[in-house]
């Protein structure tokens, strides 16, 4: 019999939630132009929008607050930091940063320039708009595997080795560097293998080529080796993660994720012309090199929270808690992306809204549906997120429309889930009653976040 999930944790601090009827939230939801992402945080019921900056901290963490050195330049809260990170990804210079996306445009604003080309596994939304931002093409090249959600597969967030090569042997004189996104968040939050790591960073040194890691939910993907990968079983996590960074030449964080704090990120990075160039940059936007836009408090959560990550009791209940909804889910017949993510569970809007055409951006939909019918607030991850529109008027539509549910670390228990389970099931059973949308507005980056929407 499979034991209950049991939180490695107790809870020290409780939060209220609002309760809201059916008829207010549909009011609520056309006040905002059918985007959840301009409702009201105190009208959501269940948060899942995303784990960026939303989890919980720990008792070691807040206590850690109390030590933060606010000092403007040399801050002893800075070297705590840095020493953390130094050993754990074995990098030389570590740049703080206000979140992950600020380290995402230090880097490609000194190391691309117009024209060049950036490969990865699946470049998430604010990598993509920085690179795009920057007059640099996003490539994707992921596994087939990888762009079939009921396909299951240990590592479906693997890189496409040989697409990698024949974009080098093609057009290699405009790849600056190579990345990968570990989970691949875009893909369902599936992890990439050591081995294929290893063997991408490899064919990039081949031709002279650095290798990137997009490390946000770096300890989740380091937890799945372990439990997936040949030969890696008695490793700990946390060797795993060191393994893993240090296959690579440097690193963009998001310590939002896996960091384990509300905000905060940093850039890594080995090669000293980088270094220097992003140094200065820093300075000019974020602030000073031990700083980087952050208080010395959020430094010294920081640096608990990346020690805490790797906690394998803490690893298995997060990948637990996916798998357990994802569950619940299929032996209901809703179709999600499989196997399950570590951070996330992915619903397949084509699958759970086949009378919907892609124009009617079927993900979009879902994601105001779900909020109607359980003020369940998830993340569209489809053709509003990543098509667009063209110069002609026309769109680009993408072959996954996927609702992200994002669950915020240490926030919600068992119950909650259950919840979920119940809600997401029921408007299946009604899912014909879901109308498509048509945009009324929309921004050229980015357009997710500020779209109005209306229904079809």
């Not at 208080?295 to 990948?319: I, Q």
Request: proline share 5%.
């Amino acid at each position: 019999m499979a034991l209950p999930i049991i939180e490695p944790f107790r809870i020290k601090s409780v939060e209220p939630i609002r309760l809201t009827t059916r008829e207010q939230r549909k009011e609520l939801l056309e006040q905002a132009g059918l985007n959840v992402f301009q409702l009201h945080a105190d009208d959501v019921l269940l948060d899942f929008l995303t784990d960026s900056g939303t989890g919980a901290m720990s008792a070691r963490q807040w206590a850690a607050i109390m030590e933060g050195d606010e000092s403007y330049a040399g801050s002893k809260s800075f070297f705590r930091l840095e020493a953390v990170v130094r050993e754990l990804t074995g990098y030389q210079t570590i740049i703080p940063t206000h979140q992950g996306r600020a380290a995402e445009r230090i880097l490609f604003e000194v190391a691309t320039k117009p024209g060049d080309i950036v490969p990865s596994n699946t470049h998430f939304d604010t990598t993509r708009a920085n690179l795009e931002y920057d007059q640099v093409e996003a490539l994707d090249l992921v596994i087939p595997e990888g762009l079939e959600p009921r396909t299951r597969h240990p590592f479906k967030g693997n890189i496409d080795l040989g697409r990698v090569e024949a974009l080098l042997k093609d057009r290699g004189a405009r790849v600056p560097f190579g990345m990968i996104t570990i989970t691949n968040n875009s893909g369902g939050g599936q992890p990439v293998s050591l081995e294929n790591i290893r063997a991408y960073s490899a064919l990039l040194k081949r031709f002279g080529k650095p290798l990137i890691i997009d490390a946000c939910r770096f300890a989740e993907n380091a937890m799945f080796v372990k439990m997936r990968e040949p030969g890696q079983a008695e490793k700990s996590a946390r060797d795993i993660a060191r393994e893993i960074f240090r296959s690579a030449d440097g690193c963009t964080m998001s310590a939002k994720k896996d960091g384990m704090v509300n905000i905060g990120g940093f850039l890594a990075l080995n090669d000293e012309g980088w270094v220097e160039a992003a140094k200065n940059l820093l300075i000019l936007t974020e602030g000073f090199p031990t700083y980087g836009g952050l208080a010395g408090r959020d430094l010294e959560a920081l640096a608990v929270g990346l020690e805490e990550v790797t906690d394998e009791a803490y690893l298995r209940y997060r990948l637990r808690t996916a798998e357990y909804l994802g569950e619940k889910l299929r032996a209901a017949g809703v179709g999600i992306v499989e196997p399950t993510g570590g951070h996330a569970v992915y619903l397949d809007a084509k699958d759970f809204l086949p009378h919907l055409k892609p124009e009617d951006y079927p993900a979009w939909a879902l994601s105001a549906a779900l909020y109607v019918e359980g003020g369940i607030r998830g993340a569209e991850i489809g053709s509003v997120m990543f098509g667009k529109r063209l110069p002609d008027g026309t769109e680009t539509y993408h072959p996954m429309e996927l609702v992200r549910l994002a669950f915020p670390r240490r926030v919600y228990t068992q119950s909650h889930f259950d919840y979920a389970a119940e809600i997401i099931c029921d408007l299946k059973r009604k899912a014909r009653e879901v109308h498509g949308v048509r945009f009324v507005k929309q921004a050229r980056w980015l357009r997710h976040f500020t779209a109005q929407m209306r229904w079809a």
